[in-house]
């Protein structure tokens, strides 16, 4: 049986909390096949961000095409991509190859503050990536950024995900983490919205979280659901992980991508629970 091929097109974490290293061990427990093309590297932990250094755009797009040309590309998804270079050359292989079911993570800024697009790239992000995008998965300061309105409400994320999707996305998940309250997602596909619910948990440990639920939801595709399916694995699968997320270093810890595998139930013992329906 050959195992669904998830491609993540993302900046990596030394901390590995985070980026391709998250995205990686997300695939793995979710039972995908993943690979990578890597656009940056990141001297960071979980304080911040010491460091950024970009891949040369001809390296990107080697790693797609030594990926695409022989192993092929059943769903992808993109995280950090720092430059306006390296998002022309992302957006032309997606383009070159058909990938059809890709979610674009807008990620712009780190848990620490520092910034992971350069200002200039963020014109290229909307015109020439966030079209391709079967699924947009901005938090809510990314899509204060990409509607130009401020969020501070569930009506607020409606309106901003109708003008995100004006851009181009076919279906937009605004994130809600960063509004008090249970943690509340907005699935938007240009028609009819979707709520999705989950107890806040009160936690630091949360580096990873984007790279994380995107990566999930990328799965989910891979594995043929549906957005809405997919989405709705990944929010179950993403709230375990910060569940039971570790407790390391000395800022924002890691989530655990291993949680939904060994997850106890009431009688102590371990079971796996179910992810997608």
Same mark, same amino acid.
């Given at each position: 049986?050959?195992?669904?091929?998830?491609?993540?097109?993302?900046?990596?974490?030394?901390?590995?909390?985070?980026? %391709?290293?998250?995205?990686?061990?997300?695939?793995?427990?979710?039972?995908?096949?993943?690979?990578?093309?890597?656009?940056?590297?990141?001297?960071?932990?979980?304080?911040?961000?010491?460091? %950024?250094?970009? &891949?040369?755009?001809?390296?990107?797009?080697?790693?797609?095409?030594?990926?695409?040309?022989?192993?092929?590309?059943? =769903?992808?998804?993109?995280?950090?991509?720092?430059?306006?270079?390296?998002? *022309?050359?992302?957006?032309?292989?997606?383009?070159? /190859?058909?990938?059809?079911?890709?979610?674009?993570?807008? &990620?712009?800024?780190?848990?620490?503050?520092?910034?992971? %697009?350069?200002?200039?790239?963020?014109?290229?992000?909307?015109?020439?990536?966030?079209?391709?995008?079967?699924?947009?998965?901005?938090? #809510?300061?990314?899509?204060?950024?990409?509607?130009? #309105?401020?969020?501070?409400?569930?009506?607020?994320? *409606?309106?901003?995900?109708?003008?995100?999707?004006?851009?181009?996305? *076919?279906?937009?998940?605004?994130?809600?983490?960063?509004?008090?309250?249970?943690?509340?997602?907005?699935? /938007?596909?240009?028609?009819?919205?979707?709520?999705?619910?989950?107890?806040?948990?009160?936690?630091?440990?949360?580096?990873?979280?984007?790279? @994380? /639920?995107?990566?999930?939801?990328?799965?989910?595709?891979?594995?043929?659901?549906?957005?809405?399916?997919?989405?709705?694995?990944?929010?179950?699968?993403?709230?375990?992980?910060?569940?039971? =997320?570790?407790?390391?270093?000395?800022?924002?810890?890691?989530?655990?991508?291993?949680?939904?595998?060994?997850?106890?139930?009431?009688?102590? @013992?371990?079971?796996?629970?179910?992810?997608?329906?």
């Amino acid at each position: 049986m050959k195992p669904f091929r998830i491609l993540t097109i993302a900046g990596s974490d030394s901390g590995g909390g985070a980026g %391709i290293q998250a995205d990686l061990k997300t695939i793995t427990a979710l039972g995908g096949f993943g690979m990578s093309v890597i656009t940056a590297l990141t001297a960071q932990n979980t304080l911040g961000v010491d460091a %950024i250094h970009d &891949v040369p755009p001809a390296f990107v797009a080697a790693q797609f095409d030594a990926v695409a040309t022989d192993i092929g590309i059943d =769903a992808a998804k993109t995280g950090m991509l720092h430059t306006a270079e390296i998002i *022309r050359v992302v957006a032309g292989k997606i383009r070159q /190859y058909g990938v059809a079911k890709l979610v674009v993570d807008p &990620v712009m800024v780190a848990k620490g503050g520092r910034s992971l %697009i350069r200002e200039e790239a963020k014109k290229n992000l909307v015109a020439e990536l966030i079209p391709l995008a079967f699924v947009l998965t901005p938090n #809510i300061p990314e899509a204060e950024v990409l509607s130009g #309105i401020r969020i501070a409400s569930l009506a607020d994320m *409606r309106k901003a995900a109708e003008i995100i999707h004006g851009l181009g996305a *076919r279906h937009v998940v605004v994130k809600g983490g960063h509004l008090p309250g249970d943690a509340v997602d907005l699935l /938007y596909n240009g028609e009819e919205f979707v709520e999705l619910s989950a107890p806040r948990i009160v936690t630091e440990d949360t580096h990873g979280t984007g790279c @994380t /639920y995107s990566a999930a939801i990328a799965a989910g595709l891979a594995f043929g659901k549906d957005v809405a399916e997919a989405v709705k694995g990944a929010k179950r699968y993403i709230t375990l992980a910060v569940r039971h =997320a570790w407790r390391l270093g000395g800022g924002h810890g890691p989530t655990n991508h291993l949680a939904p595998l060994f997850a106890r139930g009431d009688g102590g @013992t371990a079971q796996r629970p179910e992810i997608w329906e």
